[in-house]
C-alpha cells in the first residue's frame, strides 16, 4: 500500500506499509519519517548504527539521518511529510515537536506503544487512509489536520515516557529551543554560553534544566551534534577530513581530527576505513 498526496508547492504527505521498496520515495531528500513496527519486527541501520525495533516501537527520523532497511520480519507502516506540506519549525506552536521528536542528532525518540496509544494512532492511520482517497478542495486540509494529530499524539506519548510532567513544562521547553538552536549554529557556535546568550539564561541554570530533565549536559549535545554532522559527512560523502572541518566550522584539520578522536576514539581516517570495510 502506498497513498501519497503531493501539493503544487512541492508539498508531500504519503503513508505506505511498503516504504523498502518505494524507490522513487525513499529518494525523495527533505522527508520527516515516522516508522512504526505494527507486528513482528524490523531490523534497520540508521546512520549507520544497526536497530532492532519490535512490534509497537515507533520512532521519528528527520530528512538528516540516514536510513536502511536491513531485514523485515513483520509489518510496519512508514508516515512521511515534507516542510512544504508542514513546517514543523513554523508550527511549533501546534504540536512542540521540533528539537525533540525531530532533531539533527543521533539520538532517536523511541517508544513502545501501549493498547490504548495503538489504538488511538490505529484510528488516525485509518482516518489518513479513507482520506486520501477523497478528491475535493478540502482534502488538502483535512490531511494536515490528521497528520497534525499523529504528530501530536506521538509527543504526547514520548513526553510521558520522559515523566515530562506540568511542573517540568518550562524547563523542557527550554530543552527544545536549545536543541533547536545548536541545529541552526553548531557550525559556528560551539560553547554553552553563545546559546546561554540566546536563551537568556545563564550556562548554569541550562545545566540543571538538563540534568532535571535527565539528559546530556548543555556542551555534549553541542558536541554531540558536531559529532553526528561528521560521521555523516565521512560516511556519505567523498569529502576529505579538511573539507569536513571547514564545513563544521573548526580552525584547522588538527583541531577537528583531536576533536573527532575525542569523542570516538578513532581518527576520521580510521572511522571512515572501518565501516567500509565492513560494506
Known sequence: MLQQYHTKLKGTLALTDSYLTEKALQKEKGLYKFIWVRNGSITAEIDHQEMVLAKDEVISLTHLQHLEFKSIDGDYLTL????????IYGNDH??????????GSSHL?????????????DAITAALENEFTVSDNLQEEMLRILLKRFIIQCTRIARHRMNITREKESGFEIVRQYYNLV??????KKQVQDYADMLHKSPKTLSNIFSTCKLPSPLRVIHERVEA??????????????????ILGFEDQASFSRFFK???GQSAVQFRNTLEGKN
Open 80 to 87: 512521511l511529510f515534507n516542510s512544504n506540506f508542514y513546517c
Open 94 to 103: 501546534e504540536v512542540s515537536c521540533s528539537g525533540f521528536l525531530f532533531n
Open 109 to 121: 525518540i523511541r517508544f513502545t506503544l501501549n493498547e490504548k496509544e495503538r489504538r488511538e494512532l
Open 183 to 188: 541545529d541552526e549554529h553548531y557550525r559556528t
Open 229 to 246: 554532522e561528521a560521521k555523516r559527512l565521512l560516511l556519505y560523502s567523498n569529502k576529505s577530513a579538511k573539507e569536513i572541518a571547514d
Open 262 to 264: 575525542n569523542m570516538t
